[in-house]
């Protein structure tokens, strides 16, 4: 199997210095950004001197890593295009598949890239900066489809140093909301920023900015990690929210906006996080695709690791939840593996198989007996938590689950997808309640207050929607906030 990682810069062989990723692969099925309808010129097409086959772990893998990762992997992938894994690289996102073997003129992989095609890739970033695959980088993918483009014939292991560049400013959705215990407060992340809004108005509140990020002029960059935010979570008080980012998870205190601890030393990506109900610990899943699934649990507010194990799964969590009674830990990831961790200990109980892609989320019932997961299956599974076994399959939607979110006795769940849908469902007989219609486009990021009152979806367009969760009618539109003092909130 191929083993990604999906770094933000890296070395690439026989080069001396890192490579800063300023430009990652945008969404296949996003318009051209801001500026990019200005004319750029097609790489030039060349022909390499080249007898012996190309090889996808020598040749390709490092372009992609250094290019594309960076906004294809993990739970919020641009466009829905996962090039985590050799099968999502050539299977393509919402344009449809990537790579034609064998013809790469017809191959969106080179169109895009080429700069035949819009939107060109990488992007051409804010202020006119550029950096397109080189001549000879395009014609190694060239040549590669053109033989077939054939997959790693070993796993690929290499570890490198890297350094993390900004992401491009036309990459914004919405990857993580979370609405505070007493519904007043909704906080969302949006690209690498993280926005507070006063949740019955949709006013504006304020951005949480991590102060120490500096662009290369020593100018505040005014965001609060350097990668896309794909985990946030209210603490019980309502006081803190953290937030993933690479390598590190931080606590802000929310009515102030600062920074009140930053955790780090992550192998990756963090992109799971939950509150234990007493507020004395924090779970925080993640790890590197395909490589390791990295599951911690930190005592607050000391921020000790009580518990911490770089390989819980085989591949990155993306979903993290503690039961009812704090007592067990649900882990969901790539693996397609639920597993359930005593706490604060870590040790293992149980695991649950029967989903055919990745895990992206996990939740309890409110007595703690039914466990339910969400998949990149399109389904929804619950499990009898005692007897270990499978319930039932809930055939939820026509795209991938991504997020699934509990409230009150937690008897009731909503669920997100790829085709722009929240579905609320009964957990106890499987039956779907209501449908929230949250646009067309893929969906990440799902909160619900504690009472089930409010619901707010987010995903790829950047807007969050907020609904009545009692009747499912749309309440409020919050988009950018750079746009809401011209376009008021819906």
Not at 86 to 99: D, F, M, N, Q, T
Not at 145 to 168: D, H, M, N, W, Y
Request: net charge positive.
């Amino acid at each position: 199997m191929i083993r990604y990682r999906h770094l933000a810069s890296a070395a690439l062989p026989g080069q001396g210095r890192p490579v800063l990723l300023a430009f990652v692969f945008l969404a296949w099925q996003l318009g051209p950004l801001a500026g990019q309808e200005a004319n750029v010129e097609p790489i030039k097409v060349i022909t390499l001197n080249r007898k012996e086959p190309i090889s996808f772990e020598k040749d390709i893998y490092p372009i992609l890593e250094d290019k594309c990762l960076s906004c294809h992997a993990g739970p919020v992938k641009s466009g829905g295009y996962d090039m985590s894994t050799y099968e999502g690289l050539i299977k393509g996102g919402k344009r449809g598949p990537a790579v034609q073997p064998g013809r790469p003129n017809d191959s969106l992989l080179v169109q895009l890239a080429g700069r035949t095609k819009q939107p060109v890739m990488p992007p051409v970033k804010k202020g006119g900066k550029d950096d397109p695959l080189t001549p000879e980088q395009l014609a190694l993918i060239r040549l590669w489809i053109e033989q077939g483009a054939r997959g790693p014939s070993v796993a690929i292991t290499r570890k490198r140093e890297f350094k993390l560049g900004p992401i491009p400013a036309g990459v914004r959705p919405i990857g993580a909301l979370a609405i505070s215990p007493d519904k007043s407060t909704l906080v969302a992340s949006r690209g690498s920023e993280i926005h507070v809004y006063d949740a019955a108005t949709g006013q504006f509140i304020r951005a949480l900015v991590n102060p120490e990020l500096k662009d290369d002029k020593g100018q505040p960059m005014n965001i609060a990690h350097l990668d896309l935010v794909q985990a946030l979570a209210y603490s019980p008080d309502g006081r803190f929210v953290a937030s993933g980012g690479f390598q590190e998870v931080i606590l802000w205190d929310v009515q102030t906006g600062q920074m009140r601890q930053r955790f780090t030393g992550f192998s990756d990506r963090v992109t799971a996080l939950d509150f234990s109900r007493d507020g004395k610990y924090l779970a925080t899943g993640g790890g590197a695709p395909t490589e390791e699934g990295e599951l911690r649990i930190l005592e607050l507010p000391s921020g000790k690791v009580v518990f911490e194990k770089r390989d819980a799964h085989s591949d990155t969590i993306f979903g993290v939840r503690f039961s009812p009674d704090g007592k067990l830990l649900a882990s969901g990831g790539a693996d397609k593996f639920v597993k359930v961790w005593e706490v604060p200990a870590g040790k293992f109980v149980k695991s649950f198989e029967g989903h055919t892609h990745h895990v992206m989320d996990v939740g309890w019932k409110g007595d703690g007996k039914l466990l339910a997961s969400c998949g990149a299956d399109n389904t929804v599974k619950i499990w009898d938590y005692e007897k270990g076994e499978q319930v039932r399959t809930i055939n939820a939607h026509g795209k991938q689950a991504t997020r699934m979110a509990f409230w009150g006795n937690g008897t009731q769940f909503i669920t997100i997808s790829g085709e722009g849908q929240a579905k609320m469902w009964n957990m106890d007989n499987g039956g779907q309640i209501r449908t929230f219609a949250a646009g067309n486009d893929f969906l990440y990021a799902v909160a619900v207050s504690p009472d089930g009152a409010l619901v707010a979806v987010g995903g790829q367009d950047s807007i969050i929607r907020i609904f009545n969760g009692q009747n499912g009618q749309l309440i409020k539109e919050l988009r950018p906030p750079e746009q809401l003092a011209s376009q008021p909130a819906k």
